[in-house]
């Protein structure tokens, strides 16, 4: 008898401890909440930064006058076609560190359209991946290559939409060698591919160089 008045007095004591807490939390979730209308705040960022809501309006995909383009390397339709073909010819692999990999990888290995352009994975594997799935995801390390002589990017690949209104790339902005990055050339270092950014050009191009 004592052993079961010692369970009911240790239920009875949960149940209150219980009802008090459900009691506490039943006052106004309006008690010391203050109204903030984040649109207002982000339109007036907007206008202190653009000026007008307009200029993040992004041109038609065929106004190429309007959309920005290297002073050295202007879009044409031409070469938006052209570009088309490129970003997923394979064929343009033809110096790879092992010889199994030529003609095996391509910009898509790393750039999958339908993952938003970046790879289906967490490290993009250009040459030594084989697979790729439905948006990069099946993409894995070919049994065949050693991991020193695969092409891993170390961190998350970035994508490439939209890079036309970026004037350097990569998530540290190394390449370019106008706009943001004037100034910077002492980090220009010599034969490393940063070095590409003498000669000029914007940042998607220049990583291309590179």
């Known amino acids: 008898m004592k052993y079961l008045y010692s369970r009911t007095t240790v239920r009875s004591e949960i149940l209150s401890l219980f009802t008090l807490l459900f009691l506490s939390s039943c006052t106004s979730d309006n008690d010391y909440y203050q109204n903030v209308i984040v649109s207002s705040i982000l339109e007036a960022r907007i206008l202190e930064l653009y000026g007008s ?11 190429y006058s309007n959309i920005p383009s290297d002073p050295n390397n202007p879009i044409t339709q031409a070469k938006v076609e052209l570009g088309k073909f490129l970003f997923h010819e394979t064929g343009l692999a033809k110096n790879p560190n092992m010889e ?11 750039h999958h359209a339908a993952a938003g352009f970046q790879a289906g994975t967490k490290q993009g594997i250009g040459e030594g991946g084989i697979g790729l799935g439905i948006k990069g995801e099946g993409r894995v390390k070919n049994p065949l290559y050693l991991d020193e ?45 940063k070095e590409a950014n003498n000669f000029g050009f914007q940042g998607v191009e220049t990583q291309v160089i590179a």
């Open 100 to 110: 199994v990999g030529t003609d095996m990888y391509s910009c898509a290995s790393c």
């Open 149 to 193: 002589d695969i092409d891993l990017q170390p961190i998350r690949t970035p994508s490439a939409l939209n890079v036309a209104y970026q004037d350097v790339m990569l998530w540290n902005g190394q390449f370019g060698g106008t706009g943001t990055n004037a100034g910077t050339e002492d980090n220009w270092t010599i034969n490393t591919p």
């Open 53 to 63: 809501k307009d200029e993040l309006i992004l041109p038609s995909e065929t106004d």
